[in-house]
């Protein structure tokens, strides 16, 4: 396994996810069947273990030489993935009911704020790799970037309503869970903001195959 497939990977399962996400929100009646709740959970898992994987190899085999700054953005792209990867886990445990994760560890805090926390890193993990592009980067991924970025500020703005409606109300509800009209409403800014990142990751899909996934290879 090297960065080029985990980045395949990474596309494949960001689809399915986005995918199950929209479908969810507009008909939320499928999720009356258990098994369809299930499926979405381990699409997610999935998707988000790939995430993780992919911060991971980008950090040992694309990042390792280069500047230090990009090896930092790495590191805390890796820590906003595990932010994620812990709500993921947390949900797949209860969906299927193992009983591993600490009741203190169940507490809807960390689902209000671990998003806005994830997203802020990988936010500063784009910030970097736009202001460290070698000149092949440039051509290739300074647009692709750029969306990343927007798609991830769209995500900060959502993830702070729900921040927000938490400390107003005392409730948690994600956004699928809101009332129909925020629900519905979101869906587009949502579809828009990972059509953004999905971008960035098909373009650097095909900067790793047309120059190779070593970070050596980037610098002329």
């Not at 784009?126 to 991924?141: C, D, N, P, T």
Request: glycine fraction near 4%; hydrophobic fraction near 55%; include cysteine.
């Amino acid at each position: 396994m090297d960065l080029r497939k985990i980045t395949f990977l990474l596309i494949v399962s960001s689809i399915a996810s986005l995918f199950m996400r929209t479908i969810g929100t507009l008909f939320p009646i499928i999720f009356q069947n258990v098994y369809v709740v299930k499926v979405t959970i381990v699409v997610n898992t999935f998707f988000i273990l790939v995430h993780f994987l992919f911060y991971v190899y980008f950090l040992r085999e694309y990042a390792a030489n280069r500047q230090q700054t990009l090896r930092i953005g790495s590191v805390l792209a890796i820590i906003g993935t595990f932010f994620l990867a812990f709500i993921y886990i947390k949900n797949f445990c209860l969906v299927f009911e193992l009983d591993i994760i600490p009741l203190s560890l169940m507490n809807h805090h960390f689902d209000a704020i671990l998003p806005v926390a994830s997203s802020s890193l990988y936010l500063l993990f784009f910030g970097i790799f736009k202001k460290v592009q070698s000149q092949k980067e440039y051509r290739m991924l300074d647009q692709p970037i750029s969306l990343a970025i927007m798609g991830i500020s769209i995500f900060i703005v959502l993830h702070l309503i729900v921040l927000i409606n938490f400390l107003k109300s005392h409730k948690f509800n994600w956004l699928e869970h809101m009332p129909r009209n925020i629900a519905v409403g979101t869906i587009p800014f949502i579809v828009f903001a990972a059509i953004f990142i999905l971008y960035f990751y098909i373009k650097f899909y095909e900067f790793l195959c047309f120059y190779g996934n070593r970070s050596l290879k980037v610098h002329s």
